[in-house]
């Protein structure tokens, strides 16, 4: 049975990126031995490290002012990571909270500013009751024009909400775009630094990858531990200490597949096209499906809808597995259904999907 793999992250990696995996484990290159046993400073990774990095940025059309950085600790550890960097004594950053993850981002960014005399402010947020249904809208939201920065989650992966338009200011955007990455284009000119996860949509877990402006993240603090600074990461090339080689080998080998797809534009209109399909069977059955989210912010990569009844969400769930859907129930802490569209993920997955969810709301 084809399994379709729909898990909120890790998630789905293209099948000629494992078997490539599979063909060089024993012998990488004719050198003998696997890509696990090669020195990080030796010829045969930094070629494999130097082309991940040239890939993601062919991949992300990611233009020479900014830098791509490999680093560890996932996107979370970004949340302290940011303010630890970018914000200086008696300055102020502002954050907007549209999620569990925003929301943590922003705790973590006030433990970091109380520690080091600076400060961040809440500049908007789409909570109610515990749940966030919408992307807030420019005029909702109060932005600080001397703000260190400004700091927003592209997609939402918990409650599945996505920023379709970006907050109107001057200072310069730090996102969290560990779930959306690589599923759409992105204005480069407007972002500070952008941070993700691998694991969701551009290879697995293990590796984070950082975007950075040059010049701006030049003026991050230099007075913290050397392997706290942004700076010491990209003056190195990424390899400040042994990187964690093998999750790098395989973004390689899942951005040269994504790129063999048609690269960014043809994965953004394929993403559109997912997550449409899915959406047009919620919308048809509005008396079964219930979509929460405001469908001007709805996520086209995490999309999250209630049937009727709890006991139908259970019998939706066990029927999905059967036939070979998986990783679709929602996040422990909103229930419901969660289908997970990421970038390799293919067409007919989702295709597939939204056939099954229309026979079911029929038999049911
Ligand atoms: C998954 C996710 C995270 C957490 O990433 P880790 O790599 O597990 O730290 C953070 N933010 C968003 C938006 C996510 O989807």
């Known amino acids: 049975m084809r399994i379709h ?14 078997e490539r995996a599979q063909r060089e484990m024993l012998d990488i290159e004719g050198t003998g031995i696997s890509i696990l046993e090669h020195s990080h400073r030796e010829r045969t990774y930094e070629a494999i490290h130097r082309e991940a990095i040239a890939l993601l940025r062919s991949y992300l059309q990611v233009p020479e002012t900014h830098e791509i950085i490999f680093m560890q600790g996932g996107g979370r ?6 303010p630890l960097n970018m914000l200086k004594p008696g300055q102020s950053a502002d954050y907007v909270i549209t999620g ?3 929301k943590q981002a922003y705790e973590e960014a006030q433990r970091v500013s109380a520690l080091i005399g600076a400060s961040v402010r809440k500049a908007g947020s789409t909570e109610v009751d ?13 932005l600080d024009p001397n703000a260190a920065y400004v700091h927003i989650t592209t997609n939402n992966t918990i409650f599945g909400t996505q920023w379709h338009w970006l907050p109107e200011t ?3 955007l730090v996102a969290d775009a560990s779930s959306d990455i690589g599923t759409r284009s992105m204005d480069w000119k407007r972002f500070g630094l952008v941070y993700a996860g691998a694991q969701k949509n551009l290879g697995p877990a293990g590796v984070t990858v950082v975007i950075a402006r040059k010049d701006w993240m030049r003026e991050g603090r230099s007075d913290i531990p050397q392997i706290f600074q942004y700076r010491a990461y990209a003056e190195s ?9 093998f999750a790098i080998y395989m973004v390689r080998n899942t951005v040269q597949e994504l790129l ?9 209109k394929e993403s559109e096209e997912k997550a449409r399909m899915i959406y047009d069977v919620i919308d048809s059955f509005p008396d079964f499906y219930r979509a929460p989210v405001e469908k001007e912010s709805r996520s086209r990569v995490n999309i999250v809808f209630r049937l009727p009844t709890e006991e139908l969400e259970k019998r939706f769930l066990s029927q999905a597995k059967e036939r070979g ?3 679709l129930k929602g996040h422990r802490s909103v229930g419901g259904i969660r289908a997970s569209l990421y970038a390799a993920l293919r067409k007919e997955s989702a295709e597939a999907l939204a056939d099954f969810m229309e026979k079911f709301a029929k038999g049911h």
Do not use: D, H
């Open 5 to 18: 793999n729909f898990n909120p992250g890790p998630s789905a990696l293209p099948l000629a990126a494992k």
């Open 77 to 82: 550890m970004q949340f302290a990571f940011v």
């Open 100 to 102: 569990a993850w925003a």
């Open 130 to 142: 515990g749940r966030f249904n919408r992307i807030p809208r420019n005029e909702e939201l109060v």
């Open 170 to 172: 001057n200072a310069p």
């Open 237 to 245: 090339e990424s390899l400040l200490n042994t990187p964690p080689v």
């Open 260 to 268: 063999a797809w048609g690269g960014l534009s043809a994965i953004e």
């Open 325 to 327: 859907f998986i990783g």
